[in-house]
Every structure is written in structure tokens, then in C-alpha cells.
């Protein structure tokens, strides 16, 4: 299967822009998390989105936004970015843990943003 | 709030040493996951325990989770240098939240040939 893939990998913007990041999970996963990765904060969840609902949320302001498409890809929109959203920002995507299932998360190769 | 706390934060290992790093959680986890993170790549899942207790092992690593569900270890026997990266543990709260993990500060791991 392929993995998780996430475009763009690199993105430069200026402040007060919008941005929207792609992620395209796993084949057959429903599921797909945002995450943003910096260096002060470490690894913190943005949203999940399960079947075209969000299903969870992190303590992120509604400047960051997200949604899931009927085929499972999902985006995330930052708008009138600030120079602090500068981060890697990962998506993964899981399978339905279902019964007895695993709930790992399979990450992609993430989007470096940086906001000057 | 509710946050997950990983010590050391750093581990600085001769080639072949021993070493183990620990995950506390403030409150109890559904599961907990390891994952690890090479410098320049992204999060790559080892693990996951479900049951108080678990024990796993994968070749030169052990994983274990607490009793009550709060804690977990992971130590790496005979370290090598493709032991390098930052080693992350991971859980959810509860059984629904199964898609939202909250991570710890991840343990840098660097080895010294």
C-alpha cells in the first residue's frame, strides 16, 4: 500500500496570508489527524477528522481549520497566518480500530511552513 | 490539564550500552503507542499496549505499560547507532478519543560509536 502523502512538502508565506495544506491517507483508512510539530511546543493535535466529521479537536484558534472529503482526503486551512504557525505540520491517517484492532496512526512525510 | 511527560529529555549512549526512557501520563491512558522520530523524518509507529501490565519486545527493545494504565518504559539493550532519533509515547484518553493521541516531549536519543 502507499503511504501517507502530504502536499505541499515545503511552503514559504508572509503574514497575513492563508495557507491550505493536502493529505492523502492510506488507502482504505477513514480516519485522519493533524498534527503540528515545532521545536517549543513539540507534537500537538489539531483536529481529527473521521467520514467527513470532525470527530475531535486541540486547543488550537479557529484561524486552523480542516475538512475530509468523501474519498478520505483531507485539508487544513490556516488563515491570516502569523509568524508563530511556522511548524511541520503531519497528518496520519488510521483504520477503524473496530474490535480488537490497533490504533496506531500511520504519519506522512509532513509540510514544512514557514511564515516570514 | 491532562499531559503526558517524558523523561530524559535527552540520552547521550556509548555504542552498545543500555538505556531506558519513561512516559508518565497525569491521568489514565486508553492505550499507550511509541513511536520514533529520525532527525528530518516524521513519526514512525513502534507499539502499542492496550492491557495493564503488557510486556512487548521487539528484538532489542522492551516496552511495558503500567499497572494502572498511567505509565510506561521502553528500554533499548546493546544500543546501535540506528538506535539514533527521538522516541515519542503517545496515547489516547480515552477509547473514543482513539484518533486525538496526546504526546510527550519525546527522548532525544543520541549514540556515540
Known amino acids: 500500500k502507499a503511504g501517507v502523502t502530504q502536499t505541499p512538502r515545503y511552503l514559504i508565506k508572509t503574514r497575513g496570508q492563508q495557507v491550505t495544506l493536502s493529505c492523502s491517507p492510506i488507502s482504505g483508512h477513514r480516519s485522519v489527524s493533524w498534527y503540528q510539530q515545532t521545536p517549543g511546543q513539540g507534537l500537538q493535535f489539531l483536529f481529527e477528522?473521521?467520514?467527513?466529521?470532525?470527530?475531535n479537536k486541540g486547543n488550537f484558534p479557529g484561524r486552523f481549520s480542516g475538512r475530509q472529503f468523501s474519498n478520505s482526503r483531507s485539508e487544513m486551512n490556516v488563515s491570516t497566518l502569523e509568524l508563530g504557525d511556522s511548524a511541520l505540520y503531519l497528518c496520519?491517517?488510521?483504520?477503524?480500530?473496530?474490535?480488537?484492532?490497533?490504533?496506531?496512526?500511520?504519519f506522512g512525510p509532513g509540510t514544512r511552513l514557514t511564515v516570514t | 490539564g491532562q499531559q503526558v511527560m517524558q523523561i530524559p529529555q535527552y540520552q547521550h549512549v556509548q555504542e552498545g550500552e543500555d538505556f531506558t526512557t519513561y512516559c508518565n501520563s497525569s491521568t489514565t491512558l486508553s492505550n499507550i503507542q511509541w513511536y520514533k522520530q529520525r532527525p528530518g523524518g516524521h513519526p514512525v509507529f513502534l507499539i502499542q499496549l492496550v492491557k495493564s501490565g503488557e510486556v512487548k519486545k521487539q528484538k532489542r527493545l522492551t516496552f511495558q505499560f503500567g499497572e494502572a494504565k498511567k505509565n510506561s518504559s521502553l528500554h533499548i539493550t546493546a544500543t546501535q547507532t540506528t538506535d539514533v532519533g527521538t522516541y515519542f509515547c503517545a496515547g489516547p484518553w480515552t477509547t473514543d478519543s482513539w484518533g486525538k493521541l496526546q504526546f510527550g516531549a519525546g527522548t532525544q536519543v543520541v549514540v556515540t560509536p
Open positions: 477528522y473521521f467520514s467527513e466529521t470532525q470527530r
Open positions: 496520519a491517517s488510521s483504520a477503524y480500530p473496530g474490535q480488537g484492532s490497533s490504533y496506531e496512526q500511520y
